[in-house]
């Protein structure tokens, strides 16, 4: 099957052309080429950028020499409002810091700890789904977004979504979606800091209102935190972990930032992997039966156990291709520090490097038939090989998302859950076909109908 991906542009346009089609979607407004190319340069009035495809260069950049080519500030500017200084947006000792108080709570010891809350929204997404079981058209992307919101909720603060003020949240963020803060003008000129950014009315209002409910929950956990009663989930491990270098914790004001990403990079993110993850087995009804039969299997006639998880090898491979297919954050970019010379060009500092896991993904000289939706192909001498080299949906080196392993059990568990529960089918008439602002969507949604499989 022939995993949809958006037409590229022509592959010489002007510079507003160009940044009218980058409004639009990100995918689209990229050249054919760079689904061959070892390296493409592109030039503008204000800087230069290059995107990078050679594994070679990827692992210099995420790997070998990180420190020399920290996040681009550009991409980030759209994203401030909401995300202040949170560590998907720091550079240097900042950065540094914070990930020495948050990788602890997401090591492989709390994962277990996580597992009944991922359990529970799964659960509760299942029971949502029955109201909708009826086998005529849906938007699985809200569906999937707010399963996704729920095991951020239970996971983070142990509450679930219907919450009040965690469903105020989840309200605040689509509404702080659709103003499209990742476009800015900051990200195209070099503006000095003083400069004001411009940012959207609607994009400001909804960063503050999410910031606001934020700063509520945070504040009401350091209260139970010194009362002695928090729960040990992840916000209480975050809260209390003081940086083995200076023994600080995180003020409210830092809480706040990292929570703010937790729920961008963990909510969004998720949410779009297990809608496309839905729609390929949809139109691949072989594998999806091969998902629930595996699920019914390891899952018997009880509730998940974390031990399951290592038995669910074709749930994993199915997640692992959608990742593939549809990263989820399909570009990231570094801007170089220091004189560089990549594959006998000369880049000069303060030059954007662009890694683009969406064209690395589908690249036509390291992947065998980079477009089609085949789960199998990590069993292959190919896959594995691309697997080790040519495979970054949670970036690589010392910035890895330090939520990979958790979406790693959150996703597949929730597709098989979900897929034990339902058979999913296409919509003839409306075929997804993606799009991408800060993360892959469905440009009208990803519809579908669904059934019940088993009574839930």
Partial sequence: MIAPKPPARPDRVSLWRYLRLFRADILSAQPARLYGAWMAEFRTPFFRSYLCNEPALVDQVLRARPDAF?????????????????????????????????????????????????VAAGQGAVDRLAEVADGSPHDIELHTSHAAADVIFRTLFSIPIENDTAAKVFEAFKAHQRSQPVLNLAAFVPLPRWFPRFHRRRTRATARVIRGLITRLTDARKVEIAEGCAPDDLATKIMT????????????????????????????????????????????????????????????????????????????DVFRETLRLYPPVPMMVRETTCPERFRDRDIAPGAQVVISPWHLHRHTRLWNNPDVFDPARYATENGAAC????????????????????????????LAMLVRAYRVTPVADRPAMPLAHLTVRGRDGIWLKLAPRRAC
């Fill in 387 to 414: 697997l080790r080299t040519a495979y970054i949906p949670f970036s690589a080196g010392q910035r890895v998302c330090p939520g990979a392993g958790f979406a790693m059990i959150e996703g597949p568990l929730l």
């Fill in 70 to 118: 920290p996040k681009s500030a550009r991409v980030t500017e759209g994203l401030r409002p909401l995300l202040g200084g949170s560590v998907f947006v720091s550079n240097g000792a900042t950065w540094r810091r914070q990930r020495r108080i948050i990788d602890p709570a997401f090591e492989g010891g709390r994962l277990r700890d996580t597992f009944p809350a991922m």
């Fill in 241 to 316: 972990t003081p940086d083995p270098e200076s023994g600080a914790c995180f003020t409210t004001r830092d809480m706040v930032d990292q929570v703010a990403i937790f729920f961008l990079a963990g909510h969004e993110t998720s949410a779009s992997a297990l809608a496309w993850a839905l729609y390929l087995l949809a139109r691949s009804p072989d594998w999806q039966d091969r998902v629930a039969g595996e699920a019914e299997a390891v899952f018997g006639d009880g509730a998940p156990a974390f031990g399951d998880m290592g038995r669910l090898r074709i749930a994993r």
